[in-house]
């Protein structure tokens, strides 16, 4: 079965979402295994994401705490956790226009999370992808 890039999203959003989750619970885990079990077939995108998200934690979330400033990225749910920082690596290291990016983050938090969310995920992604085009944050 192949995945379109949406589903490839939402399946590494799946895969942040359990690492996350055994990170906070101190389970160890394999992120090679985490991603295979949760694929049927292999997928290069899905592979880049989270390894790509995983790899960049530290900037992406120091990036991440610079927008939010209420609160940390580790206060958000596990879903939005995995949303946010997979769109922030998405706007960093990939050549995905950045309106797709945003759009996918939204869609995605449309479906896992609420409104609140959606409205926050889209401002803050949409001041990162600015900052990144003026240079900011690079």
């Known amino acids: 079965m192949t995945l379109n890039r949406s589903l490839a999203r939402e399946k590494a959003m799946a895969i942040l979402y359990q690492i996350f989750l055994e990170d906070t619970n101190r389970i160890n885990y394999n992120i090679t295994d985490v991603i295979k079990d949760n694929l049927e077939v292999e997928n290069d995108f899905v592979n880049k994401l989270v390894m790509g998200t995983i790899s960049n934690l530290e900037k992406i979330d120091k990036i991440a705490n610079k927008y939010l400033k209420t609160w940390p990225i580790n206060r958000l749910g596990y879903h939005d ?26 869609e995605l938090t449309k479906k896992y999370s609420d409104d609140k969310i959606s409205k926050m995920i889209n401002g ?15």
């Not at 997979?86 to 939204?106: G, H, Q, R």
């Not at 990162?128 to 944050?137: A, C, I, Q, R, S």
């Open 124 to 138: 803050v992604l949409d001041n990162v992808y600015h900052d990144l085009l003026e240079g900011k944050d690079e």
């Open 81 to 106: 956790q995995a949303i946010f920082r997979m769109a922030i690596f998405e706007l960093l290291y990939t050549d995905t226009p950045n309106v797709v990016v945003i759009n996918e983050a939204i």
